[in-house]
């Protein structure tokens, strides 16, 4: 068989981090990466299943790469959230798969193709497998990586099936943090995003969050540090400072809310109020005044009745976010919601409130960047337009796309750009010379 592999993620930026160590183990055990499934002879996805359209995505994508191995007899490889939660019940759906692993043993890969002889191979076993930590990650790209922090949740959000699926929170020794973060610099990446469920419960050695950021902008090279998820109710005044003092630390937040009323929060186990969760921002707007903050919101939990859905709107309108990801509640088997609350708000519902709350997140962010018209913003160059090659492609500080015109080779450069105008999703903008 050929020693490539095709590996594409679903779900969040934890998903991402753990496809960067895995795609180190797999070249370490001398596979290439190819970007067509059709060249590959280990076809991976690594898959959610945050909601259930999550999974059946993953699952119609699994479908239509199981009639490629029909016909390349390619390795096909279901790893992640999904295949932790269906584990030999996911042989039902595709029995095409030849490998199904869980969250923790999804770094045994390349240890498994080596010793592999036909029989499909199950392994969603829990608890910690220090095996992974020994791959410091490959970058997304050769400018900007993910380092994990923390792995797990503690959390029990009413609604969320990912501790079920990731275990306990594990924090990572500061040591192993700055040893990956240095091992993406030595490769030339300048940003690193540092990655958790819940990034600000940090807590080792007597470091807490606040203070790992210190130590990875002070001794390591990377020149933008970036961090997801923080949660609303452990973002503390040491990091809020951070933003105050270190310009290494991007100005964007990104702070989930999930609802604008307090009945639905306390419900949810969000473990804060609306009113905390502005005073936080307000805080962090003070520390950073450009910052960006961007939040999740789930309409159509049980019971929300309209005017709870009334306050998650004027929450938006008040606290002016920079964008949102906006969803649907979907009930998830063996959640604390699934279990004690009907799932009682009708499927139109939540769909005519869905649109309502991202018609108006679309203009709230169309408001929100005429703000940067006329601004000078520092941007990393990661790329070029899809549409007009001759155009580069970045982020800002604020992690907001953008696009430039202007200048020669841009790929890889932070350069000052200067945004001439912007839309909801999108600054357009020229190089500053
Ligand atoms: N750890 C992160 C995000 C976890 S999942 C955090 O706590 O913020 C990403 C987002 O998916 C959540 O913030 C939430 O808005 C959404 N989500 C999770 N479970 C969901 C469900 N059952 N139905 C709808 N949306 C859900
Ligand atoms: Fe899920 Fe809540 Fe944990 Fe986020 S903090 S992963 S929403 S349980
Ligand atoms: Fe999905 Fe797992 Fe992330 S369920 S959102 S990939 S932790």
Redesign the pocket.
């Given at each position: 068989m050929k020693k490539t592999y095709y590996l594409h993620s679903y779900g969040?930026q934890m998903n991402l981090a753990d496809s960067g160590v895995l795609a180190a183990a797999m070249e370490g055990a001398g596979y290439v990466p190819v970007a067509d499934p059709g060249q590959a002879g280990i076809i991976i996805l690594n898959t959610c299943s945050?909601?259930e359209k999550a999974e059946e995505r993953a699952l119609g994508r699994l479908r239509e790469l199981a009639h490629l191995k029909r016909t390349n007899g390619a390795a096909l490889c279901a790893i992640g959230c999904m295949a932790q939660r269906l584990g030999s019940r996911l042989l039902e759906q595709i029995p095409e798969l030849d490998i199904i692993l869980g969250t923790e043993r999804l770094f045994l890969l390349p240890e498994l193709l080596a010793e592999k002889n036909g029989a499909p191979v199950v392994d969603i076993a829990a608890g910690d497998n220090p095996a992974w930590a020994e791959y410091p990650p490959a970058p997304d790209n050769p400018f900007s990586g993910h380092v994990i922090i923390t792995r797990g949740?503690n959390?029990y959000?009413a609604?969320?099936?990912?501790p079920y699926l990731r275990g306990p929170e594990r924090h990572r020794s500061p040591e192993a943090v700055l040893r990956d973060v240095a091992h993406l610099a030595a490769h030339g990446v300048s940003e690193v995003t540092l990655v958790g469920?819940?990034v600000n419960s940090y807590c080792s050695d007597g470091l807490d969050f606040a203070g790992l950021l210190r130590r990875v902008a002070a001794e390591t090279a990377v020149k933008r540090i970036r961090f997801i998820?923080s949660?609303p109710k452990d973002i503390s005044d040491g990091l809020i400072r951070l933003f105050a003092e270190e310009p290494k630390v991007m100005g964007h937040v990104h702070l989930?809310l999930?609802s604008g009323s307090d009945r639905i929060l306390g419900l949810m186990s969000r473990g804060y109020t609306l009113e905390h969760y502005r005073r936080r921002v307000d805080r962090l707007r003070q520390a950073r005044p450009d910052i960006a903050v961007t939040t999740?919101?789930?309409v159509g939990f049980p019971t929300e009745t309209d005017r709870e859905y009334a306050a998650t709107l004027e929450a938006v309108r008040q606290i002016a976010f920079d964008a949102a990801?906006m969803?649907?509640?979907?009930?998830?088997e063996g959640t604390w919601a699934a279990q004690n609350l009907p799932d009682d708000v009708p499927e139109a519902t939540k769909l005519e409130r869905l649109a309502g709350l991202i018609a108006l997140q679309k203009q709230m962010s169309y408001d929100v960047n005429q703000k940067e018209v006329g601004r000078v913003r520092q941007v990393l160059i990661d790329g070029v337009s899809r549409r007009d090659r001759t155009v580069w492609k970045g982020k800002t500080e604020g992690n907001k796309t953008i696009l430039v015109s202007g200048g020669a080779d841009l790929l890889g450069r932070i350069v000052p750009v200067r945004v001439a105008r912007a839309d909801s999703w999108t600054l357009y903008g020229e190089l500053k010379v």
């Amino acid at each position: 068989m050929k020693k490539t592999y095709y590996l594409h993620s679903y779900g969040c930026q934890m998903n991402l981090a753990d496809s960067g160590v895995l795609a180190a183990a797999m070249e370490g055990a001398g596979y290439v990466p190819v970007a067509d499934p059709g060249q590959a002879g280990i076809i991976i996805l690594n898959t959610c299943s945050v909601r259930e359209k999550a999974e059946e995505r993953a699952l119609g994508r699994l479908r239509e790469l199981a009639h490629l191995k029909r016909t390349n007899g390619a390795a096909l490889c279901a790893i992640g959230c999904m295949a932790q939660r269906l584990g030999s019940r996911l042989l039902e759906q595709i029995p095409e798969l030849d490998i199904i692993l869980g969250t923790e043993r999804l770094f045994l890969l390349p240890e498994l193709l080596a010793e592999k002889n036909g029989a499909p191979v199950v392994d969603i076993a829990a608890g910690d497998n220090p095996a992974w930590a020994e791959y410091p990650p490959a970058p997304d790209n050769p400018f900007s990586g993910h380092v994990i922090i923390t792995r797990g949740c503690n959390n029990y959000c009413a609604y969320c099936i990912v501790p079920y699926l990731r275990g306990p929170e594990r924090h990572r020794s500061p040591e192993a943090v700055l040893r990956d973060v240095a091992h993406l610099a030595a490769h030339g990446v300048s940003e690193v995003t540092l990655v958790g469920q819940n990034v600000n419960s940090y807590c080792s050695d007597g470091l807490d969050f606040a203070g790992l950021l210190r130590r990875v902008a002070a001794e390591t090279a990377v020149k933008r540090i970036r961090f997801i998820t923080s949660h609303p109710k452990d973002i503390s005044d040491g990091l809020i400072r951070l933003f105050a003092e270190e310009p290494k630390v991007m100005g964007h937040v990104h702070l989930p809310l999930q609802s604008g009323s307090d009945r639905i929060l306390g419900l949810m186990s969000r473990g804060y109020t609306l009113e905390h969760y502005r005073r936080r921002v307000d805080r962090l707007r003070q520390a950073r005044p450009d910052i960006a903050v961007t939040t999740d919101l789930i309409v159509g939990f049980p019971t929300e009745t309209d005017r709870e859905y009334a306050a998650t709107l004027e929450a938006v309108r008040q606290i002016a976010f920079d964008a949102a990801f906006m969803f649907r509640y979907s009930v998830r088997e063996g959640t604390w919601a699934a279990q004690n609350l009907p799932d009682d708000v009708p499927e139109a519902t939540k769909l005519e409130r869905l649109a309502g709350l991202i018609a108006l997140q679309k203009q709230m962010s169309y408001d929100v960047n005429q703000k940067e018209v006329g601004r000078v913003r520092q941007v990393l160059i990661d790329g070029v337009s899809r549409r007009d090659r001759t155009v580069w492609k970045g982020k800002t500080e604020g992690n907001k796309t953008i696009l430039v015109s202007g200048g020669a080779d841009l790929l890889g450069r932070i350069v000052p750009v200067r945004v001439a105008r912007a839309d909801s999703w999108t600054l357009y903008g020229e190089l500053k010379v």
